[in-house]
């Protein structure tokens, strides 16, 4: 089953044969398959933003890209044998950070951002994290990052005090667009994470790291409720997160985030979100049991957009 959404993306659901359903966004094709680089004055071209973005891609990529989709369709399948039950951690959290993009000149600038989120809302830590990276605009509306994030994550287990460091490294493109009076950002990020092995029994560090891949696709819309800018818009986001690594066994579609909210503006260069994150996330198990975390969140982000360039004098 698949829909068109307005900015040119196929969702397609699909179910393996393990029961588990998959989210997947695709091109939405209307004409026959040819080279993107042949299309991209072509009417079809207004359907899919990142057309101009990656015009020199032949449509090799919209078969890798449906290859990653079949693969993590199927990855279930190859533990289903082992699979006898599943388990379901509903939990309560607050999420809140500062999101700061600074720009120097007309083609650089730098991203920082810092993160808290807790569970039971904000009783129980669950991790802390902070990341910096490179801007570069190739347009006033396209921008291509690469950065570092570091996370401590808290302990699971009552009575342990053992943070787990994550060392990430991350790759990212980012477009923003409108249909009519509604702004769309589409961003995909790639990222490479190290994980730090804990021995839950003993509240220790095993001096190991979990290495994985993750890719992440976010879909965002922000819509106006009012003709005043200065009052808040609605908030519609979601975000699909895969995963590949030597080490992820069942788990290949790692976590989804659907956000329902509004934006607020402050100042010309300060604003925030406010609203309720369902977040989703299959967990690594090395049991015959599946465990998933439903984790019904609060989130609060704001969002620093200074500019620093030199004005020209009149």
């Not at 959290?93 to 650089?108: A, E, G, M, P």
């Not at 809302?121 to 921008?143: C, E, H, M, Q, S």
């Not at 090395?286 to 439903?294: E, I």
């Amino acid at each position: 089953m698949a829909a068109i959404v307005p900015a040119g993306l196929a969702v397609v659901l699909a179910q393996s044969p393990c029961g588990c359903w998959a989210v997947g966004y695709l091109p939405a094709i209307r004409q026959p398959l040819v080279s993107i680089s042949t299309v991209s004055n072509s009417p079809w071209s207004l359907y899919n933003p990142f057309v101009g973005l990656f015009k020199t891609y032949s449509m090799n990529v919209t078969k890798y890209v449906l290859w990653v989709g079949l693969v993590a369709w199927l990855a279930p399948v190859v533990s289903i044998a082992q699979i006898t039950d599943k388990q379901v951690n509903t939990q309560s959290q607050s999420w809140v950070s500062l999101n700061s993009t600074q720009r120097f000149t007309n083609k650089w600038g730098i991203v920082a951002d810092v993160h808290y989120r807790a569970n039971h809302l904000f009783t129980d830590p669950n991790f802390y994290f902070a990341r910096l990276g490179v801007n570069y605009w190739l347009k006033d509306n396209i921008t291509f990052t690469l950065g570092y994030g570091h996370m401590w994550v808290a302990p699971t287990k009552t009575g342990n005090h053992t943070y787990a460091n994550e060392n990430r490294l991350y790759q990212q493109a980012q477009m923003t667009s409108k249909i009519g009076k509604i702004n769309v950002l589409q961003r995909l990020r790639n990222e490479q994470r190290w994980q730090e092995k804990i021995d839950a029994k003993g509240d220790t560090s095993l001096h190991a790291n979990k290495f994985t891949n993750r890719v992440r696709y976010l879909l965002s819309y922000t819509i106006p409720l009012f003709r005043n800018p200065h009052y808040p818009s609605l908030v519609l986001a979601d975000e699909l997160c895969i995963q590949f690594g030597k080490e992820v066994l069942i788990n290949t579609f790692e976590q989804n985030r659907v956000f329902v909210g509004i934006k607020q503006p402050i100042n010309k260069h300060l604003a925030f979100d406010l609203g309720y994150m369902l977040l989703f996330q299959e967990k690594a198990s090395t049991t015959k049991t599946v465990v998933y975390d439903n984790n019904q969140t609060f989130r609060w982000f704001f969002y620093f957009t200074p500019d620093f360039r030199c004005k020209k004098k009149a």
